[in-house]
């Protein structure tokens, strides 16, 4: 049996290795910080030049229409609480509640679904699906948030972290730098230029080749 999210071959059955539930899990903790920081980039409030200065609260239009969409309904909120909702009907419970404001949705959507992360990667049908879109909607809060420069792709993290489990990250260099080694976000190691031609071609390091 592989994982339904990176397909690598599990050692019993389960829907997600362990890189891919970790993963899941320090993304859901993120989340919620990403939601509250995503405010500080919409357009801040301004003075009134009419009279006495007066603060705005709200907003000027126009606004950054991208961050406004992923704090809006529709946006951050609506993915993990429909998330959780299938998780719960999964489970036979019935649907959690939508109520307060969606700052707190956020952050109670997120909770919900890492308290139930172990059921999840054993045997929830959906996790593959779930892990990936959650993947993705972190990685759009992420660039809203700090831009990144154009990068190129090297190829994937061969780094092992233990009991057959292969890290698998994705492995990027910023374009124009004249970087000497690639450094995996995830687990921290280390690539010199040497490598990158057998990471690219998808052949794993060998255990040498990675730095601890």
Avoid at 79 to 87: F, N, V
Avoid at 96 to 124: Q, S
């Amino acid at each position: 049996m592989n994982c339904t999210a990176c397909t690598r071959p599990l050692d019993a059955p389960a829907q997600l290795c362990t890189a891919c539930t970790r993963g899941l899990d320090v993304r859901l903790a993120e989340l919620p910080g990403q939601y509250l920081l995503l405010a500080t980039h919409l357009r801040p409030g301004a003075a009134r030049g009419d009279g006495p200065v007066a603060l705005v609260r709200t907003p000027p239009l126009p606004v950054r229409e991208d961050v406004l969409d992923m704090r809006a309904t529709g946006g951050m909120v609506t993915m993990l609480e429909d998330w959780r909702a299938a998780m719960q009907n999964a489970r036979g419970w019935g649907p959690p509640a939508r109520t307060g404001t969606i700052e707190r949705r956020v952050m109670a959507a997120a909770r919900g679904l890492r308290i139930n992360l172990d059921w999840i990667a054993e045997f929830f049908e959906g996790a593959g699906d779930m892990a990936r879109e959650i993947r993705a909607l972190a990685g759009q809060a992420a660039a809203l948030l700090d831009p990144a420069p154009p990068t190129l792709a090297v190829g994937e993290c061969a780094a092992d972290l233990g009991g057959g489990d292969i890290c698998g990250a994705p492995l990027r260099v910023p374009t124009g730098t004249g970087a000497v080694e690639v450094r995996c976000r995830r687990c921290g190691a280390d690539y010199p230029p040497h490598m990158w031609l057998t990471l690219a071609t998808g052949a794993w390091a060998d255990a040498q080749g990675v730095a601890a």
